[in-house]
């Protein structure tokens, strides 16, 4: 079985970016992008309304991180610290050599490439470091943006599950896009 370790914590780069590890004075970011429900609109999960929240959520991806049962990152430009999004390897199963690989973006940096650019870094992760077979991403069906950038990074749309799951009221579709280590 695969053995994961995220200690130390590996810094990424690429060309325009540095993914690093969130950290507690990200809360204003974290929070603007969990708290606003254009950005929460294809994440079925509760909107943060609080700064409270907002590390409540920092404390939870450390903690993952501490385990080893989730990597995140935050997404910063090179020449700027500030979080503008988040990226990571979320539902990692060992015994499948499979993860799910999850990301967000404050809306201002939409259609820049940076979702694809850390993608592209986060999947080289994913195979070369951690040694997965497998990458899953899971989007809404409406989310083509997200479809976008996994198609242009060599994701294949493999199943749409209908009324998969039931969030504030109503059952949502999922789509599932994968790579794998090839």
């Known amino acids: 079985m695969l053995t994961i370790n995220f200690s130390p914590f590996p810094n990424l780069e690429t ?3 540095l993914l690093r590890r969130v950290d507690s004075n990200d809360i204003k970011e974290i929070f ?10 294809y994440i079925p999960r509760p909107l943060v309304k609080t700064n409270e929240d907002a590390l409540e959520h920092i404390a939870m991806i450390d903690s993952k991180i501490d385990s080893n049962e989730g990597i995140n990152w935050a997404i910063t430009l090179k020449d700027n610290p500030k979080l503008i999004g988040v990226i990571g390897h979320y539902r990692i ?7 799910e690989l999850g990301y967000m ?4 940096y939409h259609g820049k490439g940076i979702v694809s650019e850390a993608v592209k870094e986060a999947v080289k992760y994913g195979f070369q470091v951690m040694k997965l077979n497998s990458l899953e991403a899971i989007i809404d069906p409406d ?3 997200s479809a976008k950038v996994l198609e242009k990074n060599g994701f294949v749309k493999e199943a749409h599950l209908k009324e998969y799951e039931f969030f504030e009221g109503r059952f ?8 794998l280590n090839k």
């Not at 199963?93 to 993860?99: G, M, T, W």
């Not at 973006?105 to 201002?108: D, I, N, S, V």
């Open 15 to 17: 060309e325009r970016l």
């Open 32 to 41: 603007a992008l969990r708290s606003n429900p254009e950005t929460m609109k």
């Open 93 to 99: 199963k060992p015994e499948n050599y499979r993860a």
């Open 105 to 108: 973006l404050l809306p201002e």
């Open 143 to 145: 989310n083509y943006a």
């Open 172 to 179: 949502l579709d999922t789509v599932i896009y994968s790579i």
